[in-house]
């Protein structure tokens, strides 16, 4: 579900970008794009991954900067790419490589703009990636927020089960420590005020009000819940953008799979 969403909207950005003639080019980014294809649970065949399907896209991507830290991943990447001039594939930490090889391509001053996509393995996003992002006023992205990862090993019941070393990771990822009166609000206890554990709506709201207020994205629709085959939350799907136009075509997206059940 989540490459359709993609897809159809990376289809959309294109056609419309290719219209504007005062964009000299625009990109697309993965981040995390791993090996570009995957084996299906449910049929055992192979799947287009996020940048296969974005190669596929008609009118095309001016470049393609495809980022892994893993080694085999990228030398895969590289096998089924093949020479293409107009495809980049690095591999290292992608929060380095967008600042400082891939985001300098992108410049709002330059009339360059970009689709980026965050699809981390865990809650691994620098919040100074998603800053840089949001103050480029070119670059719209998809971010997957890891919530089955922030539950499972930072937002414990008992905050003070915490480690420093989680709490540092949530730091990097939140932007500050802020996180942490979000997930652990005071509520009336019996004897006194004690806190509690927030649910999953009420960090997901308030990253959502990050990535406008903080970061600076000035429309950031609901993110859509995606859920596993038991229902439960993995990740938010957030998109943010400094468009308008995106913005609705995403909602409108949302709105579509959230009726075909969000798994």
């Known amino acids: 579900m989540k490459l359709e969403i993609i897809r159809e909207y990376a289809s959309a950005y294109s056609r419309i970008m290719n219209r ?5 080019r625009y990109i697309y980014v993965d981040a995390f794009a791993g090996a570009g294809q995957h084996i299906s649970k449910q049929t055992g065949e192979f799947v287009l991954g996020s940048p296969l399907n974005a190669l596929l896209i ?16 990228t030398a895969e990447l590289r096998r089924v790419v093949g020479e293409r001039s107009d495809v980049n594939v690095y591999k290292g930490d992608a929060n380095k490589i967008l600042i400082e090889k891939v985001f300098p391509r992108c410049r709002y001053e330059d009339f360059h703009r970009a689709l980026c996509l965050l699809d981390p393995y865990a809650l691994t996003v620098d919040w100074s990636v998603i800053q840089v992002a949001g103050g480029m006023r070119s670059i719209e992205i998809f971010y997957n927020f890891m919530i089955m990862d922030a539950n499972m090993n930072i937002f414990f019941r008992n905050p003070d089960r915490v480690s420093k070393t989680q709490s540092g990771r949530m730091d ?20 006194a005020d004690m806190e509690y554990k927030a649910d999953n ?27 596993n085959e038991s229902g439960s939350i993995v990740y938010y799907l957030y998109f ?10 995403v909602s409108d997206i949302f709105k579509k799979y959230r009726q075909k059940g969000g798994r």
Request: positive net charge; without cysteine.
């Open 20 to 24: 504007q003639t005062s964009i000299k």
């Open 201 to 227: 709506e009420t960090i997901a709201k308030a990253f959502r009000e990050r990535l406008q207020k903080v970061a600076g994205f000035t429309y950031v629709p609901a993110p859509m819940e995606m859920r």
């Open 172 to 191: 990097k990822v939140w932007g500050d420590h802020s996180w942490r009166d979000i997930a652990y609000p005071k509520g009336r206890g019996l004897f």
């Open 58 to 73: 008609q009118p095309p991507f001016a470049e393609f900067h495809l980022i892994d830290l893993r080694g085999d991943k």
């Open 240 to 249: 943010a953008s400094p468009n308008q136009t995106g913005s609705r075509i």
